[in-house]
């Protein structure tokens, strides 16, 4: 479909130079003709007639114009030709660059729907074969039926959090967010705090007690809240999970490390496309998620005109780092 499309834009843009030129070329033989035949003409009026090796004088300017229109057009056609040429490479090439970002939007959108589509498609496939199971089984108990019940709920779960996910995800591509001075040191403070009820292995240093950046406060929460769980996912369950405020320049942010298996070098470029899951076998059951995650991270981070890194290798320890435009101290004076 873009090879053709690529194909007719190629033909409209050599099309469109081709008349230019055309037109041109007109202009330009109207032009010089004249301005032979004038100069002709006026070394003519300046001069006596005579007779010249058998030919009037009005004869050799005849010839002598046909000779130098002769030569122009010929040059003209050398110079359309050249430009023709030239013209249609160009343009083939300015088509393909014309279309080449509407390709890879369309690619990654298709790639998008077919991802979403199979998230979806496997919760509602299991909750089918147990509904099914269940409304074939005359002897179904009420225990048997509370469990039913339990396994739908978790997948109806799933594909609520998906949903609102993908929700999300689509906004991010249109909307624009308020900034406003956030408090990173307490935003980080809250968030380590949170997880360390259900997980209390979460390490704060503590080196900044006090960093403002310019952001919005909710994308922050949910950026912190989405690192420190991908980090407790991806790590053992004895091992330390660290998170680092960070100050660079006009920048600051926070960095997560976890230990565990890493990621390989080949696999690090893709770990921020959306439904991309480096090894599904590490997470299974309630924490195994859509691959999602990290792909919202890096739209809220670029939302705030920041930066999202990561460095790994394999059975080395992981780190994400988030830089965000930094609250100078004049702008805090002045809330």
């Known amino acids: 479909m873009f090879q053709s499309a690529t194909l007719k834009l190629s033909i409209w843009y050599a099309s469109i130079l081709i008349a230019i030129s055309l037109v041109f070329s007109v202009i330009i033989y109207s032009i010089a003709s004249n301005e032979v035949g004038n100069r002709i003409g006026n070394l003519q009026r300046n001069a006596p007639s005579v007779y010249l ?3 009037y004088y ?3 300017r005849n010839v002598q114009i046909r000779e130098a229109e002769t030569n122009l057009i010929g040059s003209l ?3 359309n030709m050249c430009i023709w040429i030239a013209g249609s490479v160009g343009s083939y090439y300015l088509a393909r ?4 970002p509407i390709q890879t939007a369309h690619e990654a959108q298709s790639r998008f729907t077919s991802d979403a589509s199979h998230e979806l498609r496997t919760p509602l496939a299991s909750m089918k074969i147990e509904l099914e199971v269940a409304l074939r089984d005359a002897n179904l108990g009420k225990q048997e039926m509370r469990e039913l019940l339990h396994s739908n709920l978790e997948e109806v779960n799933k594909l609520s959090t998906l949903s609102q996910t993908l929700l999300q995800l689509s906004r991010l591509d249109h909307d624009k967010i308020t900034v406003e001075k956030v408090a990173l040191h307490e935003l980080t403070k809250n968030a380590v705090e949170r997880f360390n009820k259900v997980t209390p292995r979460i390490n704060l240093d503590k080196t900044y007690s006090s960093l403002y950046v310019r952001a919005n406060k909710s994308s922050v929460e949910q950026l912190l ?3 420190i769980d991908n980090a407790v996912k991806y790590s053992p369950d004895d091992s330390t999970i660290h998170v680092k405020l960070l100050k660079q320049k006009n920048m600051a942010g926070f960095e997560v490390t976890n230990s565990g298996a890493g990621i390989p ?3 690090l470029p893709h770990i921020f496309d959306r439904f991309y899951q480096a090894d599904s076998s590490r997470t299974s059951g309630e924490r195994k998620g859509f691959g ?3 792909a919202l991270a890096k739209e809220l981070v670029e939302l705030h005109g920041g930066e999202l890194t990561v460095s790994s290798a394999p059975q080395q320890d992981t780190t994400f780092c988030v830089l965000l435009p930094i609250f100078s101290k004049s ?4 809330q």
């Open 77 to 79: 056609i050398i110079t």
């Open 292 to 294: 999602l995650g990290l």
């Open 97 to 100: 660059r014309t279309l080449k």
């Open 225 to 227: 809240a989405i690192l």
């Open 58 to 60: 009005d004869d050799i």
């Open 265 to 267: 070098a080949d696999i």
């Open 331 to 334: 702008q805090v004076n002045n």
């Open 53 to 55: 090796q058998g030919t």
